[in-house]
């Protein structure tokens, strides 16, 4: 048997990609994720198409079920870059200010909390 794999955090797919956000056409979208089990020993290994290790189970129903948790984490993440995006392209042509500039303020405004979810705009 080889050595247990290394299980790495992975950072969200397509993170500070920026490059495309003042352009024209479509957005840019990373590519899907995959995801396959394996048996290690008496183990189950969640792997991802990017060859990272996502986690290793004592059942394949745990590992299944990390597998769509993770799915649903990726369909989230490429949503809501979606969303981000046009927030970006929008306040850079309200306001007439750079991608920096836009960058900065929509950056600034995500870290809100729930409290200010409830303040009048």
């Known amino acids: 048997m080889s050595a247990i794999p290394d299980k790495k955090k992975k950072p969200p797919?397509?993170?500070h990609d920026t490059?495309?956000?003042g352009?024209?056409?479509g957005l840019s979208m990373s590519p899907k994720l995959e995801y396959q089990i394996s048996r290690w020993g008496g183990k189950f290994v969640v792997t991802d198409?990017?060859?990272?290790v996502v986690g290793i189970f004592e059942t394949e129903d745990l590992a299944q079920r990390?597998?769509?948790r993770e799915q649903q984490d990726d369909a989230i993440w490429e949503r809501t870059k979606q969303l981000?995006?046009?927030v970006v392209r929008t306040i850079m042509v309200e306001f007439s200010v750079d991608l920096?500039?836009?960058l900065h303020?929509?950056?600034?405004?995500?870290?809100?909390?729930?409290?200010a979810m409830d303040d009048e705009p």
Do not use: R
């Open 13 to 15: 797919h397509g993170t």
């Open 19 to 21: 490059d495309n956000l």
């Open 84 to 86: 981000m995006i046009g």
């Open 23 to 25: 352009g024209q056409g």
């Open 100 to 102: 920096e500039t836009a």
């Open 66 to 68: 990390e597998i769509v």
């Open 105 to 115: 303020w929509v950056n600034s405004a995500s870290g809100m909390t729930p409290l």
């Open 49 to 52: 198409s990017d060859q990272e």
